[in-house]
């Protein structure tokens, strides 16, 4: 079954570098970000872990837990992080890594498909679309996906800007237009009356008769 956004994710109980939990209950009411990675000791992969802990500060500030996923074990997740803190230069990944080693996390993600297996001598190929973001909220729903190839490594100044916008469409009830980020002003989602737009937000531009712009409230 496809996993879809505003979809419940499963609450797999998940073995990592930091002992087995809950997602469910390790998220907790914090949002977190899901982003998996086809296999350990892999060039791109592991400049992308180092973003992710170079931003610990940043993923505090929004109240959100990183959680990585590879499918190889655990003691290999714990032997590799000494390789990713030497290129996040000197950055702690403190962050769990989900050992996938069975798919379940793979599969339950719609990564793979059911059908997937690990092959004796595999290679990053065999497990390629294992390449994913997941936004997820305090109410454990999907918020957000973002699937990259492995050439092409991901831009966690765009996860972090994407977190921003769900945080703040959930908090004020807007929405935010292309390329926003933090203090700029947001749309009025059209199911707001003009009534109830100028009760919110006070003073609003109307640029179509659909399209409503305004500064977020303080």
Not at 101 to 117: I, W
Not at 154 to 174: K, M, P, S
Request: net charge negative; charged share 20%.
């Amino acid at each position: 079954m496809s996993l879809r956004i505003n979809d419940v994710i499963p609450d797999l109980t998940v073995e990592t570098d930091q002992g087995s939990f809950s997602l469910h209950e390790y998220i907790g009411d914090s949002w977190a970000i899901l982003f998996s990675h086809p296999k350990d000791f892999t060039p791109v992969c592991t400049t992308e872990f180092g973003a992710v802990a170079q931003l610990a500060d940043e993923w505090a500030k929004r109240n959100t837990k990183p959680i990585g996923v590879s499918v190889d074990s655990a003691e290999d997740h714990k032997k590799w992080k000494s390789d990713i803190e030497v290129v996040s230069q000197g950055a702690k990944a403190g962050f769990p890594i989900i050992a996938d080693a069975g798919l379940e996390v793979s599969k339950a993600f719609d990564m793979l498909p059911a059908e997937a297996y690990l092959p004796d001598g595999r290679t990053p190929d065999d497990t390629a679309t294992v390449r994913a973001v997941y936004i997820i909220g305090p109410d454990k729903k999907l918020k957000l996906t973002m699937t990259y190839p492995m050439n092409v490594g991901r831009n966690f100044a765009e996860v972090l800007r994407a977190l921003d916008g769900l945080q703040t469409a959930a908090q004020h009830g807007v929405a935010t237009p292309a390329n926003w980020n933090v203090g700029d002003d947001v749309v009025i989602p059209a199911s707001v009356s003009a009534e109830d737009a100028t009760t919110r937000f006070g003073q609003y531009q109307t640029v179509l008769p659909y399209l409503r712009m305004t500064k977020l409230p303080g």
